[in-house]
């Protein structure tokens, strides 16, 4: 696989529908070999589900049919495509590429973990959508890139519905969570004006982007999220545990997920051309990422030194599936039959070039020898050794089939190291910034309320000095709370507090808070300002219909609704009914 631009999305998303309003999707990351399944219901004819999760993978491309199989009062995928993302390159395949059957077999075929674990066996023709999208996903990707997926080497996960917080595009603008709201009034010095750039200090690229992923569709599952609390709670407390965790991962550089699954993909076939340049360079490639995998496998006997103690469930499971894995081990011997023991990875790039012409053992190929003699003598020789790196591809081909046998041990470490980069480097590095319990752990229940004591906004926090907390309690008896004051005078920092509390709550992370006690919500929705939309030829009050309609549509009982500045650009009495209109739906959906 070709190497991708740092953070930049490596999504490629396929989306198709049926006239029931259903939508299939399927996204498939390129960078860290994971396969996501969704089919859910579109409630809304703008698409703003769909539109939510094309805004989680910002994908590079989205593969549609030709067959605009719209519901009335829909206008379809591909057209939303042509609407919304122009920028995002559109790919047409036929029909016939989303088969639902060998998607299907597919994914058995190619999934790291058991299909039945996916519930594919059983359910997958009540979800034939996401696996027609799939099949046409691996078609084109195997087309496109030249290769072909290594058998039981994808991460796959699927859910029929959302099973993580769902957070809409606007909702995900409004509180700031990736980017500052006015960002261009702000500049670029101020990124820190946002949640996920006040929570940037992960190493990794794999660690920065599941970080990102996080905080637009958190957790909704207690017991995964009390499990990161566990362990964060460990690390807060044991600060041996915390500082070896952070020496272990300044082991890995930035690239190490995208470099580990490199072994997830494999050539359609090998050619015999010396002199070509293109081949050339993905067989240096290849070497590279040998080089990394054994400094990653020679660093995992610290990880089990670091973690041989540790109590908490995730850093004991995380021991006893990588730590004790015997399988690691089987691969570091075959690297050290090839690959020469002092060779380690390097950042610097002349550094890491003549760690490539020397990776490889001396005496297991005499050309290669010479050409490694010609390389030390002339700047000729450098040519001579690039041009022979192809001439030893088949003694390296055995080593890569012998560890592409293992591929799945390798996508679970690149998870568990973008998994500690997140916790160790982001999350605990933030807590212990700040002064002592300034952050607390939150509490979950199942059906109490939500309580926070002694909240703050955790991102203005981080940039004002002197602010004053605030609180909220929302119980079944009083679901909702009416905020009213002068300009300026918080409202709507209050309102964003909340709801950047419970985001960070349920991605596994302390608050800000003396004290929290949260119900896990489902969905968040906020309105915080309207004006007219030119794009749909709507107006400022068309608009906030379709918003109201959109939420009585979607709403639960487990939902947080934020609605701010209503009445100011409609009149007062518009604004009002809208609230209490959503305030009656809510009321009504009370167990």
Request: hydrophobic content about 40%.
């Amino acid at each position: 696989m070709e190497d991708d631009a740092g953070e930049q999305s490596s999504f490629v998303t396929g989306l198709i529908q049926n006239r029931a309003k259903e939508v299939g999707v399927a996204a498939f990351d390129l960078r860290s070999a994971a396969l996501h399944l969704s089919q859910y219901i579109e409630t809304s004819s703008s698409y703003q589900n769909t539109k939510t999760l094309l805004h989680f993978y910002d994908p590079t491309v989205i593969i549609v049919s030709p067959n605009k199989l719209a519901p009335d009062g829909m206008v379809g995928v591909s057209e939303l495509i042509d609407r919304f993302y122009p920028s995002v390159r559109k790919v047409v395949m036929a029909r016939g590429c989303f088969d639902d059957t060998k998607g299907a077999v597919m994914i058995k075929n190619l999934a790291a973990k058991e299909p039945s674990a996916l519930s594919l066996d059983t359910y997958y023709k009540q979800y034939y959508l996401c696996l027609a999208a799939a099949a046409a996903i691996i078609k084109w990707i195997e087309a496109e890139k030249g290769v072909i997926v290594t058998n039981h080497s994808l991460s796959v996960t699927f859910n029929g519905s959302f099973d993580h917080m769902n957070i809409d595009a606007t909702s995900v603008r409004n509180l700031e969570i990736i980017e500052p709201l006015h960002s261009a009034l702000w500049g670029t010095s101020n990124k820190k004006r946002s949640l996920f750039h006040m929570l940037k200090t992960t190493k990794t690229i794999g660690g920065t982007r599941l970080l990102r992923a996080n905080l637009l569709q958190p957790l909704k599952d207690i017991e995964t999220i009390n499990t990161r609390l566990d362990c964060l709670d460990e690390l807060m407390t044991n600060e041996q545990l915390f500082f070896g965790l952070s020496q272990f991962l300044r082991k890995f550089p930035k690239e190490t997920d995208r470099v580990l699954c490199h072994f997830c993909f494999k050539p359609k076939k090998v050619t015999s051309k010396v002199l070509d340049v293109d081949n050339a360079k993905k067989s240096q490639t290849l070497i590279s990422s040998i080089i990394l995998l054994k400094t990653a496998l020679d660093a995992l006997p610290l990880l089990a030194k670091v973690l041989k103690d540790a109590q908490s469930f995730l850093l004991a499971n995380i021991y006893r599936s990588v730590c004790e894995n015997e399988k690691y081990a089987s691969i570091r011997k075959r690297i050290g039959e090839v690959i020469d023991e002092d060779v380690l990875h390097a950042r610097v790039p002349f550094v890491a070039r003549t760690q490539q012409c020397f990776a490889i053992k001396g005496g297991i190929d005499g050309l290669l020898d010479i050409a490694r003699r010609s390389f030390c003598d002339t700047s000729e020789g450098r040519e001579t050794w690039k041009q022979h790196t192809l001439l030893n591809f088949g003694t390296r081909f055995p080593l890569v089939d012998a560890i592409r046998e293992d591929v799945s041990v390798l996508t679970l470490l690149a998870e568990v190291l973008c998994l500690l980069d997140m916790i160790v480097n982001s999350f605990a590095h933030t807590i212990s910034t700040k002064p002592v319990d300034r952050y607390t752990r939150p509490h979950f229940t199942e059906n109490g309320p939500l309580a926070i004591d002694g909240g703050r906004h955790p991102i203005l926090e981080s940039i004002h000095n002197g602010f004053i907390p605030n609180n909220i309690f929302i119980s079944e008896a009083a679901n909702m709370v009416i905020v009213t004051g002068p300009n300026m005078s918080g409202k709507s920092t209050y309102l964003q507090q909340v709801c950047l509390i419970v985001i960070l709550a349920q991605i596994g992370c302390y608050v800000p808070a003396h004290f929290s006690t949260i119900r896990v919500v489902d969905r968040i929705f906020t309105r915080m300002g309207t004006v007219d939309n030119l794009e749909s030829n709507s107006s400022t009050f068309m608009t906030e219909m379709k918003e109201t309609a959109f939420v009585m549509q979607n709403v639960s009982e487990r939902s947080l609704i934020v609605m701010d500045e209503l009445g100011r650009a409609t009149s007062s009495s518009d604004g009002f009914a809208i609230a209490w209109s959503c305030c009656e739906h809510l009321l009504s959906l009370k167990a």
